[in-house]
C-alpha cells in the first residue's frame, strides 16, 4: 500500500498570499493517479486536481498541481477568504486508493 | 446534476452489520462509464476508501476491510449499498458514497461526486 504523507500538518497564511502545499508517497505513483481535495467543516471533499495537474470542472485558475514519481504540490496563489479549508492528496494504484492524512490551511 | 445521497441507520450495535444505500439522482447509475464507491471518515480523522463498483460487474475492496465488506448495485433503483459486518466502535465515522469516472473505460483514479455523507455511531 502507498502511504501518502503531507506536509505542513498546519499552514497559517493570511488572504491574498500563496500558498504551497506537500505530497510525499512511499513509493512511485502515476501522475494519472494523483489527485487533490478540499474539505470544509461539515462538507464532503471537493475533487479540485486530479492527474497531478488538471483542474476538476469549475475550479479557478489559481489553483495549481504540479508533480511526479513521489513528490507532489498543490499551489494556491492570491488566496481568498474560502480558500481556507483542509486539503487532502489522494493517489490510486493496483485498485486500492490511499489519501493523505491532511494539511489544514488556516487564517494568520 | 447527478447527485448522490446516502441512507442508512445512524446507531449500529457491535458485532451487527453496517447498512447503508447511495441513492444516484438526476442520472442512470448505468449511463456512462463509472465506478461507484465508498469512503469513511471518523470524526477529525482522514479519508479511507472503502470499496468501489461497477454496474459492469466489477467489484474491488480495501484489503484491510475486505473480509468485512460487500458492495453491491442495484440498477433498478438506481443505488448502490456497502454491508459492514462485525462492526466495532473503530468503524464509527462519516460515510460517503462518492463517483469516479472511467473516460474510456480507464479509472481517473478521482472522486469527481460525492454524498453528502452520513454518520454511523457503532455503539450498544
Known amino acids: 500500500e502507498i502511504v501518502l504523507t503531507q506536509s505542513p500538518g498546519t499552514l497559517s497564511l493570511s488572504p491574498g498570499e500563496r500558498a504551497t502545499l506537500s505530497c510525499r508517497a512511499s513509493?512511485?505513483?502515476?501522475?494519472?493517479?494523483l489527485a487533490w481535495y478540499q474539505q470544509k467543516p461539515g462538507q464532503a471533499p471537493r475533487l479540485l486536481i486530479y492527474?497531478?495537474?488538471s483542474r476538476a470542472t469549475g475550479i479557478p485558475d489559481r489553483f495549481s498541481g504540479s508533480g511526479s514519481g513521489t513528490d507532489f504540490t498543490l499551489t494556491i496563489t492570491r488566496l481568498e477568504p474560502e480558500d481556507f479549508a483542509v486539503y487532502y492528496c489522494?493517489?490510486?494504484?493496483?485498485?486500492?486508493?490511499?489519501f493523505g492524512q491532511g494539511t489544514k490551511l488556516e487564517i494568520k | 446534476q447527478v447527485q448522490l445521497q446516502e441512507s442508512g441507520p445512524g446507531l449500529v450495535k457491535p458485532s451487527q452489520t453496517l447498512s447503508l444505500t447511495c441513492t444516484v439522482s438526476?442520472?442512470?447509475?448505468?449511463?456512462?462509464?463509472?465506478?461507484w464507491s465508498w469512503i469513511r471518515q471518523p470524526a477529525g480523522k482522514g479519508l479511507e476508501w472503502i470499496g468501489r463498483?461497477?454496474?459492469?460487474?466489477?467489484?474491488n475492496y480495501n484489503p484491510s476491510l475486505k473480509s468485512r465488506v460487500t458492495i453491491s448495485v442495484d440498477t433498478s433503483k438506481n443505488q448502490f449499498s456497502l454491508n459492514l459486518s462485525s462492526v466495532t466502535a473503530a468503524d464509527t465515522a462519516v460515510y460517503y458514497c462518492?463517483?469516479?469516472?472511467?473516460?474510456?473505460?480507464?479509472?481517473?483514479?478521482?472522486?469527481?461526486?460525492w454524498g453528502q455523507g452520513t454518520m454511523v455511531t457503532v455503539s450498544s
Open positions: 462518492a463517483r469516479e469516472p472511467r473516460p474510456g473505460g480507464a479509472a481517473l483514479g478521482a472522486f469527481d461526486i
Open positions: 438526476g442520472g442512470s447509475i448505468s449511463s456512462g462509464t463509472y465506478f
Open positions: 463498483v461497477s454496474t459492469s460487474g466489477s467489484i
Open positions: 513509493q512511485s505513483v502515476s501522475s494519472s493517479y
Open positions: 492527474g497531478a495537474s
Open positions: 489522494q493517489q490510486y494504484g493496483s485498485s486500492l486508493y490511499t
